[in-house]
């Protein structure tokens, strides 16, 4: 089954104690994207890749960082977490015949 | 820069009836796409519906239709039949190409919560 998947889906953190959410894709997309959503505020994106080793800021980069060592998997890692960085994550890919963007099913980030 | 604005934070529909979300958007690119994405409590993001700006015709999808307005930079979303498993926050979303980089730029609006009634 073609899908995103994003690990863990919920979790409680401390303020400062480096944390990771992975993303890995099976669609074999060379585009992928961090958005976190808050509400009021719709889904802001906060860094992109367009290929293995190839990544770029979005709107929201500030506290985040990403790799992309391989083309189905991009991390997002929060250094230094703090309590505005409580939010809902989701990664995504492009399908670039239809220009089409796939979620994955979110992670419920809440940083105490 | 690319803007997408949804005026109505919240709407309510009977059951059956049809129901029009609003979206509107701001780009000086030529060539791109507009979607519509449902967020069901699940928060799943599903995709509803696309438009591609160069195309006249109006996207439909059984259901799902839109009134796509590029002169006005209109978007809009009807609903037909509703049913209680439309009850979602629905999500416009623009998005362009840029082909000498080879990137893309989404950009969404801040959403519209639906609510069917029984």
């Known amino acids: 089954e073609a899908q995103v998947t994003q690990n863990p889906r919920y979790l409680i953190t401390v303020t400062g104690k480096k944390l990771t959410v992975t993303c890995s894709q099976n669609m074999n997309h060379e585009y992928m994207s961090w958005y976190r959503q808050d509400p009021g505020l719709g889904l802001r994106q906060i860094y992109y890749?367009?290929?293995?080793?190839?990544?770029d800021k979005g709107d929201v980069p500030e506290g985040y960082k990403v790799s992309r060592k391989e083309k189905r998997n991009f991390p997002l890692i929060l250094e230094s977490p703090s309590p505005n960085q409580t939010s809902l994550y989701f990664c995504a890919s492009v399908e670039r015949i239809t220009d089409t963007q796939y979620f994955g099913p979110g992670t419920r980030l809440t940083v105490l | 820069a690319q803007t997408v604005t949804q005026s109505q934070p919240e709407m309510s529909v009977q059951e059956a009836e049809t129901v029009t979300l609003s979206c509107t958007y701001d780009t000086s690119e030529n060539n791109y796409y507009l979607f519509w994405y449902k967020q069901p409590p699940s928060r799943q993001m599903i995709l509803v519906i696309r438009q591609e700006a160069y195309k006249q015709q109006n996207a439909t999808e059984n259901r799902f239709s839109v009134n796509f307005q590029k002169a006005a930079k209109s978007f809009s979303l009807k609903i037909s039949d509703s049913q209680l498993g439309d009850t979602a926050m629905y999500f416009c979303a623009f998005m362009a190409a840029f082909s000498t980089s080879g990137t893309y730029k989404y950009i969404f609006g801040t959403g519209t919560r639906l609510k069917v009634l029984a």
């Open positions: 890749s367009m290929n293995v080793e190839v990544t």
